[in-house]
């Protein structure tokens, strides 16, 4: 059964309403549960519309050729006008000097931002020219205005600006340091968090891709089985689950609806992921479970304060078919170090379970590993992101810039932080290849579900892109660049797969 069954009925919470008792039933009619309702309200006919594609600028400026800004200066200067008519209109030119204007912008502020990292950490680093720089491109640079390149080159600043400041090293070497930066999201009041993750989900299909993948590979592995058990490493609001509900309650062959129990990761401390939050989710799960006659039951497992994964901890039932579901660096997911996220898939593996899913950002080549190199890949990652939002939602400026200012802001200023603090010399981790290399076997992505990911993206704008690598993982993009990839793997011990 593919996911892919009516997507104006996925995933959208109404988050008021609910009690604020805990339970663990699928019996009651005390919650004012709401998610079928939850729906993206988008008229996808007026998503089509000019961006400033300044990603393909940036994307040229990985390559060797593009690192001269005088050559790029002087190939924009004497391009050639590719006219069908010796006849152009003055409106066309226009235009076209509008959009080489842009680009010689978009092209100048790169090479700012090149040459304030530079300054910041290489051989002759200069903090005094860093801060010249800083202010020249504050002045160039707001986050509230301007193209999509302006307002990431002005996010890039201010988080330049912090490890000027030193707000970059406040934490130090704590590898199990989470936070995404000085300006995190949960600065943010939750009305505007929810608001930024709805239009994340209607601008682009980066939530979705994750969640759809993942599912569809559990409800195949679990076609058959009466009791099944998902361990959940970084629940959120739990939307992910919502939509396995939805597909399990509607199977129309096989055996009935099985009883599904999630155990949910939280964590102690001051995080987002607190343990109340985990239980404001499960009561969210539970109250739509019984909503839509589901059989559920939720659970929690706290992880030490160090964020490892004790896999004693777990409460395990015999005949449960048991997954593992990963999701991992999302636009809205908040950073987890590594050592958590092995200890988590370590102890996973000694529990044999039927279906791992791993759910991670592509990171792009990194050069020689310096903190420049990767400052680099970073531009050129967002600058993907960026480009797609402004696709999805061309003439919402007021919704992209929400998105923005709660998510991708705080992202940016968490990576650069991490970044700076290791000399870029921090390990970048593909956790998919890491399963291979610990055992795990990987498992074949279905047709189906190949299938689900392409109608998805026929949602949204054309730029994005599906491909299949190892048969056993889906890479959302836009344009040349990987974003998102879903992977599904299996204990080296079950043959059920």
């Known amino acids: 059964m593919a996911m892919a069954m009516d997507f104006d009925d996925f995933l959208h919470l109404d988050f008021s309403g609910y009690s604020s008792t805990t339970t663990t039933t699928t019996t009651g009619d005390d919650y004012a549960c709401n998610w079928n309702d939850w729906s993206p309200v988008v008229d996808w006919e007026a998503l089509s519309g000019g961006q400033d594609d300044f990603h393909d600028l940036i994307e040229s400026m990985m390559d060797d050729s593009g690192l001269n800004p005088n050559a790029r200066v002087a190939n924009i200067a004497h391009e050639p006008c590719n006219s069908v008519s010796t006849e152009t209109s003055s409106s066309s030119m226009a235009v076209d000097e509008e959009t080489n204007g842009e680009d010689f912008k978009g092209l100048r502020l790169v090479h700012l931002l090149m040459a304030a990292a530079e ?269 797609s939002l402004e696709a999805g939602f061309p003439m919402q400026s007021r919704a992209r810039a929400l998105v923005e200012r709660v998510f991708l802001g705080p992202r940016i200023s968490g990576t650069l932080a991490r970044i700076y603090r290791t000399c870029g010399e921090e390990e970048v981790y593909s956790w998919g290849n890491w399963l291979g290399a610990v055992g795990f076997k990987p498992v074949n992505i279905s047709f189906a579900n190949h299938c689900q990911a392409k109608l998805l993206l026929g949602l949204f704008n054309d730029g994005y892109r599906v491909e299949e690598l190892a048969n056993n993982r889906l890479v959302l993009g836009w344009k040349s660049r990987r974003l998102l990839s879903a992977s599904v793997w299996t204990s080296s011990f079950d043959s059920n797969l």
């Open 119 to 387: 300054a910041l950490t290489g051989v002759n680093n200069s903090r005094e020219l860093a801060q010249v720089i800083l202010i020249r491109l504050k002045e160039l640079v707001s986050p509230n205005d301007g193209s999509n390149m302006e307002r990431l080159a002005a996010y890039f600043t201010d988080a330049l600006q912090g490890l000027l400041e030193g707000a970059g090293g406040v934490h130090g070497n704590n590898k199990h340091y989470t936070s995404n930066g000085p300006h995190h999201r949960d600065d943010h009041h939750r009305t505007d968090v929810l608001a930024a993750f709805q239009l994340l989900q209607d601008m682009s299909p980066y939530v979705k891709f994750g969640h759809f993948t993942a599912n569809q590979a559990i409800l195949e592995a679990v076609a058959n089985d009466r009791r099944v058990h998902i361990v959940d490493y970084d629940i959120m609001e739990g939307i992910q689950w919502a939509s396995l509900m939805q597909a399990l309650v509607s199977r129309k062959d096989g055996p009935p609806a099985p009883h599904l129990r999630i155990t949910a990761l939280s964590r102690g401390g001051s995080g987002r992921r607190s343990i109340s939050t985990v239980q404001e989710t499960g009561r969210r799960l539970v109250a739509f479970a019984a909503s839509i006659g589901q059989p559920f039951s939720f659970h929690q497992c706290r992880l030490d304060s160090d964020e490892t994964f004790k896999a004693s901890a777990l409460k395990l039932v015999r005949g449960e078919a048991l997954i593992i579901n990963c999701m991992l660096h999302l636009p809205h997911f908040s950073y987890r170090a590594p050592d958590s996220i092995a200890s988590f898939l370590s102890g996973a593996k000694t529990l044999n379970p039927r279906l791992v899913t791993v759910v991670e950002e592509e990171t792009g080549p990194i050069g020689d590993g310096g903190f420049v190199s990767r400052f680099m890949d970073s531009l050129h990652h967002y600058s993907a992101v960026y480009d």
